[in-house]
Structure formats: C-alpha cells, structure tokens
C-alpha cells in the first residue's frame, strides 16, 4: 500500500453519534414496527409495537434476533428500535410489577394471532387480576368447549404475555399447567397477584 | 423474500454509511443525507428483490443521495453551462482533515471511489456495483484519485 494509501486509511472520518430516524421515520408512515428491550423482574423482555397497538412481548433468552426475524416476517421488515415509542406499555408494566397497576390500559394489535387461538386469548384478556379460569373454560368462551388441549397450544402461542395473561389459566384440578415463559415466570406472576394455590380456580 | 428487520442492517452499515458521507459532502451536510438515505432505504426495503448483498444497496442509495446533494448545491451556486467537475468552493468551511478535504474536491466519481474503498472498505466489485460502472472503471478511478492527490496533497 502507498503512502497515501495508508494514510487515506489512518485518517478516513471517525464515527459520529448517529442521527436519530425513528421519529422522521414513524412521521413518514414506514415504521411499521418499533421495538424496545428491557430488564423486568422477570428477566428481559422486548417490546414491539405497531401504528396500531402492542403487537409482541417477549421473554428473551439471547434469542432477540430470533424474535425480531420472525416479526419481520409475520409483520414487516421495516423494524427499528425506537425506545421511546414503547414508553407507555413500559410503565404499565413498571406499575404492574410494583403492584399499583391491575388492569392494561395500552392498545393491542393482534395481527399475531388468528382464529380459535385469537378468541382464546382475547377470552383470556378478560380475566381480571387475582381471578383464574381453566382451559376449559376459556375454551368453552372461545366456541368449543371440547378443545380444551388447542386452548392450551394457543396460550403457548400467546405473542402478547402479562397484558393476555395467560398465566392466569390453569388445569381444572387447580395444577399450574404450561406457561410460554416456563412454569416458574407462571409461579411469581400468579404469587404477585395472590393467587394462594391451595384455592380452586 | 426473505429480508433481514431493517434494524440489523442500520446496525451493520450505519456508522459506515455516516462516515462515507462525510467523506463525500462535508460533516455539515452529512447529517441531512443520512437521513435521506436511510429513509429512501425504508420506503423500498419491503419492495427489494435481491437481499444478498445489503451493504451495496445501502451505499448505492447514499451515492444517490450525495448525488442529488451536489446537483442541488451546484444549482444554488454555480451559473449553468460553467459547472465544474467537482464541489470545490462551494463546500461549507468544515474543521476536518485536510487530506480528506483534498479528496472532497476530485472529481465525482474518483471522490465516490475514494471514499467507498478507504471509509467503508469496499472492494472494486463492490464499488462498481455501487456506483454502477465496470470493476475496471472502479479501479481505475481510484487509480486516478490517488496518483492526483499524491501530486497535489502536500501536508
């Protein structure tokens, strides 16, 4: 290498603090998809939102690029990270794991979901705080009260957890059942919000 | 199509991007023609047939950019038919390198040459691609570019 070359090299442009796009680009209508990670009680979760509502919450376990390859798929590639478009569900969820919060208030898009597994969950939205309910019943709420086992895979599947409480379903014999996040994320939700275990649900 | 979410790609080239503009049009404006490159890039990502090589495509649309930058500049500045072949003295005042501010004065296509090969590390194919020429035409502005800065750029 010449001289210059080398020189072109050693004194080519720093990296400057990169301009922000998320908000020229959410005025222009191409972010489809903002998202957010943070650190909860529960471990990190990522947050994604459309223009529509809340989309996605995810418990991430070092797979965030997993997470965000399938929303691009699902939704659209146009994903950024733009924290500051997913302040509101993020202090509604502060103010449920310090206990002060019982119901979400946020928007929810369910594009995610479709079908049986859609009525599931949004049978499943209605269950308040501190209350339970059994695969069969959210089942039976859904339309058909004999699949409770496809009630289960759709509340595996629920793209949207804490807000679609899912963790709030449980084997009609009062046994804790499955959970997206595993069984003990099921256990501290379900002990913040008094649920005793001993109860029948 | 498969594509990547446009995040990892604004990570991947971001910085790159930003520093290629700056070797091309000055700190100034560098800032106003990354964000046009990045939003002319979200509004045709979804549209985009061919994923296989991401980092091109980025810095093609920055070349358009920086392209339709120096038109604009010359338009305002420069009376038509006497337009020069390079941004010379229109170029805001800038505290930067003055091997580079030599380089913002080549021609168009031997400072696009420069800037992609030494800022964001392209290789001659990739240059052509970029910038829509042969390999040949690539290398040979560069070629070019470093043979008259060696004869003009005295430190």
Redesign the interface.
Known sequence: M?D??H???R??????P??D?TE??AA?G??DVA?ATFDSPLGTLLLASTPRGLVRLAYLNGDE?EV??H???RL??????APRRLDEPRRELDEYFEGTRRRFEVPLDWRLTRGFTRRVLEATARIPYGATATYKQVATEAGNALAFRAAGNALGSNPIPIIVPCHRILHSGGGLGGYTGGLERKRVLLGAEGYSGSKQP | M???????L?EAH??DV??FL??SVG?VD??DC??ET??AA??A??KLRDASNLKSWIFTVAHRKVIDHVRARRRVAVPVGDVPETLATNAPPTP??D??AN?RELPDKQRTA?ALR??ADAGYEEIAAVMGTSQEAARRNVHEA?KR??TE?QP
């Open positions: 010449t210059i070359e020189q072109l090299r004194r080519a442009p720093i990296p400057d990169l301009p796009l020229a680009a222009a191409l972010l998202y690029a965000l390859e929303l691009a798929d659209s590639p146009r994903i950024l990270a | 498969r594509l990547p979410p446009f995040q990892t604004l971001g910085p930003h520093r700056v070797a700190r560098a800032d990354y964000q990045w939003m979200l509004r990502y979804p930067d390198d091997l580079w380089v420069v030494y800022v470093i800065l060696r750029y």
